[in-house]
């Protein structure tokens, strides 16, 4: 497989699982069934692109940069469908990571 392609798997998998994580508050304790199903569907395929990109992307940088943009994107999805804005430390915060997702894909290096 190609970088591009695992790239293009763990973006599907960061859209997967912040559309799935989003979800949750929606199943109201998975009490809403069809929304339950899909939240369950949509992190299921999102752990599917997760592996097929770290056949490629070294394991950690993989969950780094999910995990980072996951939490950046729910954080976003908060602030607008229910006006969860974060305080200034919180904000400082998703720059960080933000920050530490870019380090890790252009400046980070795996020795052999």
């Known amino acids: 497989m190609k970088l591009i392609v695992a790239y293009f798997f763990l973006f599907s998998g960061i859209v997967l699982g912040s559309t799935a994580n989003s979800l949750l508050k929606l ?17 299921i395929l999102a752990i599917y692109c997760l592996s097929k990109a770290m056949t490629v992307i070294p394991a950690g940088f993989t969950y780094a940069t999910y995990g980072g943009l996951t939490i950046t994107a729910v954080t976003l999805f908060g602030m607008f469908k229910y006006n969860q804005v974060p305080n200034v430390y919180g904000i400082i915060g998703l720059l960080f990571i933000i920050v530490g997702v870019i380090l890790v894909n252009y400046f980070g290096r795996i020795s052999s």
């Open 27 to 43: 199943t109201e304790g998975f009490t809403k069934p069809l929304l339950s199903i899909f939240c369950s569907v949509f992190i």
